[in-house]
């Protein structure tokens, strides 16, 4: 996950994002508003189910671009489309608000494969760096025209 800084790069690499819950998740957000919000450009979307959080992209801005932190969605609501509707609804909104011109992702390989890739192409990010700074990892790229 690319951070803001070394006490939230801290923060953000706490998270095994395979082990974490979704608690542990939006606290680390939460704390992050606290600590950093009056710093840097934050920006998180949230998804409800009856009026619950099931769903987070969190990122913030530099300049005019957008990056992404996390993407997350509570365990039991996983392979329902929610991660795709969240990303769909960000692009969207950063296009209608012309906030940023580009939006990238880093992704991390668990289990062998690179989560949410296959999402990312088919909204038209582009994979542009691999294995940089530790293996395993990538960037994913998206233009906002």
Do not use: P
Request: aromatic fraction near 16%; charge should be positive; proline fraction near 0%.
């Amino acid at each position: 996950m690319i951070s803001i800084n070394d006490k939230g790069a801290k923060n953000m690499a706490k998270l095994d994002m395979e082990k974490t819950t979704f608690q542990e998740v939006l606290k680390t957000i939460k704390d992050n508003y606290k600590n950093y919000g009056k710093e840097y450009n934050l920006y998180s979307y949230y998804h409800y189910h009856k009026n619950k959080i099931v769903g987070v992209v969190y990122g913030w801005y530099m300049k005019n671009y957008l990056f992404i932190d996390i993407v997350y969605v509570k365990e039991e609501y996983r392979k329902k489309g929610i991660a795709t509707c969240m990303l769909k609804n960000v692009i969207k909104e950063m296009k209608e608000n012309k906030k940023v011109d580009f939006i990238g992702i880093e992704l991390v390989k668990y289990n062998g494969k690179y989560l949410l890739a296959d999402v990312l192409g088919r909204l038209g990010f582009l994979c542009i760096i691999y294995h940089y700074i530790f293996n395993g990892r990538c960037m994913y790229y998206l233009e906002i025209d």
